[in-house]
C-alpha cells in the first residue's frame, strides 16, 4: 500500500527501525512542548481535495539548500 501522510510515515517508521532508533525519532526534549505544539499545529491544517484532478504521476520532489529530495520531509538533528 502506498503512505500518504505524516501520520502513516510515523507508523511504517514504528515497524521498521529498531526501538530505540524510533523512540528517539518520535519524541521531544525534555517536556516535550515543541513535540507536542508541532502535533497540534498540523492537526489543524486542513487541505481542500481537488476533485476529478489527474493524480496518477505526482512527482513531490523538491530541493533545500540546493539538493534534490524525493518529498518534502525531513528529519533535524
Given amino acids: ?3 500518504v501522510n505524516v501520520s502513516e510515515y ?6 521498521k527501525l529498531p526501538k530505540m532508533v524510533f523512540d528517539y525519532y518520535a519524541s521531544g ?3 516535550q512542548y515543541t513535540l507536542r505544539d508541532n502535533r497540534h499545529a498540523f492537526e489543524r491544517i486542513w487541505f481542500r ?3 476529478l484532478i ?11 539548500l540546493g539538493f ?5 520531509i ?4
Fill in 74 to 77: 525531513m528529519v533535524a538533528p
Fill in 10 to 15: 510515523e507508523e511504517l517508521a514504528k515497524q
Fill in 68 to 72: 534534490k529530495i524525493s518529498m518534502p
Fill in 29 to 31: 526534549a525534555e517536556d
Fill in 49 to 51: 481535495p481537488r476533485i
Fill in 1 to 3: 500500500s502506498m503512505v
Fill in 54 to 64: 489527474d493524480v496518477s504521476h505526482v512527482d513531490l520532489t523538491t530541493s533545500v
